[in-house]
């Protein structure tokens, strides 16, 4: 019994280094480093707008060469198929520090996992209904208009750096006005919010929508700043 979780552990761990080896990262395909990257579940993936648009970006061309020559309209068919496509993987998603930018995550346990080339344990397939507003939103970022094909979601408010629409059920963070002070100071933020501050439950200060909080946390684990969340920093 134990030669062969032996043999199967030899097995996985020449296979691990040949995938690390030829490894690439699955969001902007250039290399996969481990050391300086991370395995993160699917259903990380899929929430992330940043992630949406750069797949709708890399994917544009093509789409609009594969559409018919009678069909004007925008490739919406597309939508559908990467939609299920991804949140199809079951498997981890190699990422790179750069593209690491587009989402919020666990980093000590995504960065262990990518180490030691190990499924995340959250990991796995994921219902494309529940990700279909974040594909949206990449796709008005590439292609300017709301999917044809996907319900409009209500806006409920606007991000405090970037403009940005916040709409129901995206993901946002609210900044003191003195974090937010510290946070531009330690380059963490590189622009001023684009509005006076406002007043929350937990003080006067700012909100952030995805793109901006999974951009700011990132810098700061790079830094190992505390709202990196690296414990011990
Ligand atoms: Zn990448
Ligand atoms: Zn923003």
Redesign the pocket.
């Known amino acids: 019994m134990n030669a062969d979780v032996g043999l199967l552990d030899k097995l996985f761990k020449r296979e691990t280094a040949r995938l690390r080896a030829n490894g690439v990262?699955?969001?902007?395909?250039?290399d996969?480093d481990p050391a300086a990257?991370y395995f993160l579940p699917t259903r990380t993936v899929v929430i992330a707008e940043g992630f949406w648009a750069q797949n709708f970006s890399l994917t544009k061309n093509m789409a609009e060469i594969l559409q018919a020559d009678d069909d004007d309209g925008e490739p919406t068919w597309m939508l559908e198929h990467t939609l299920r496509q991804m949140a199809g993987q079951s498997s981890a998603w190699a990422?790179?520090?750069?593209?690491?930018e587009y989402f919020v995550f666990d980093r000590d346990v995504a960065r262990a996992d990518a180490l030691a080339g190990r499924q995340p344990s959250n990991g796995g397939a994921v219902d494309p209904s529940g990700c279909v507003l974040f594909a949206a939103l990449g796709w008005q970022r590439v292609f300017g208009d709301w999917p044809s094909n996907v319900a409009w979601v209500e806006v409920v408010d606007t991000c405090d750096l970037c403009e940005k629409a916040i709409h129901d059920s995206e993901l946002s963070a609210f900044i003191t006005t003195e974090r937010m002070r510290e946070m531009r100071a330690e380059n963490l933020i590189d622009t001023d919010p684009v509005r006076p501050f406002r007043r929350h439950d937990d003080g006067e200060g700012y909100v952030q929508c995805q793109p901006c909080l999974a951009r700011t946390v990132a810098r700061a684990y790079r830094r190992g700043g505390r709202d990196g969340e690296r414990p011990g920093a």
């Not at 990262?25 to 250039?30: G, S």
């Open positions: 990262c699955d969001v902007c395909n250039d996969f990257g990422v790179c520090e750069s593209c690491s």
